[in-house]
């Protein structure tokens, strides 16, 4: 948690350095996310050295993020270490995009990952403390992310068509920039270290409850084919004869509705273990559907077009998920659960997807890789479905199951 110092107000006038913080930050990421891969590929890496590259990050966040969450407790500045991590990252790029060596661009690329992947974290954290105890919400804030996501992916394909590979280190230095600014024009703000630590025991009982690893492992399978999209949808446009603008234009459609999906879910969807599970496994088959279209499609609009499904497959599967984590576990385990189903479908998926997906796509095509989604989101389907059937059949609750297992 945390609190702006006693003698400092967050005036009306600081919130708009606030909102461009969050616009900004959310803007670099998604340059990196989106235009990064192409460039790679610019240089003269192939599919599978891109998708290995890619798949060091969750690696490093393993390291990172306790690292800056140190830091941020023993500083108690968090804006510093915001600035700290923005100019790390401006340097580390500017690295990155001037190796001229495979092993330089590894050794910069772990520099880069060690100051991005806790970047979004980090600056979420810095939000709610500076909204604490106001008439504020961070779901506003939020918004400002992804308009940033979503114009700057739009606006960014454009100028590195007609700027070439030099523009989209001059975007990221711009953004990075601009979010630097923004971060310098908001008040100081005092770290209150009382979050509780996630101990492994924790993370231990949350693994012997078999319904949350169950869970858990059909969410690792569906997010698989999800996060090699992520990574290689980029270069499948650009194979087919696409355009950085067409790109951009792919990953603008794929995040402009997430925010009506999470409005619409929140109202309409119950908040009761079996209808989740239903819906999960109901996103799961659209899932499955989306990566068919993405294998039959032989041109960049087509492509575009599917992007739309992701305001539903996704934004169900991340919203719906994390509400049934909350549900499959006792009170004091849901911190340690949701901690285990984040790593799972970010960071163990992750990995996976970089060196399967990058494999698959080099030697078979993309039209196999995606094939190759269908089957794992069909899979996660049946499992999810499953667990439906049971739960309907036999009841669930956590407290029972966690006396079951003598704890």
Partial sequence: MAHLQDNTEFSSSSKLPLGLLNFFVYGTMVIFAAFFQLYLQDIGMDKLEIGSLMAISPFISLLAHPFWRYLSDRGQNMRAILLIMLTGLLLTGFLVFRANTYQMLYASMLLLFFFQSPLLAQSNSLTLGYIEGRQQKFGAYRLWGSMGWTLIALTAGLIIDSMGQNGIFLLFSITLVLAMGSAILLPSITLTSNTPRISFREIRRTLQNKYFLAFVLCGTLVSIPNAINGIFMPLFIS????????????????TIFEVLAFILLNRYVKRKITVLMGCLAIVSLLFALRWNLMAEATDPIQIILIQVLHAVTFGGFFYVGTRLTALFLPRPLRSAGQAVYAFALSGVSGVISGF???????NFGPVTMYKMGVTFALIGALGFGLLWHHIRKNGYSPSIHLEQNGK
């Fill in 239 to 254: 194979d087919l004869g696409g355009s950085r603008l067409q790109v951009g234009g792919a990953v603008f459609l794929s």
């Fill in 356 to 362: 399967l997906g990058g494999w698959t796509f080099q």
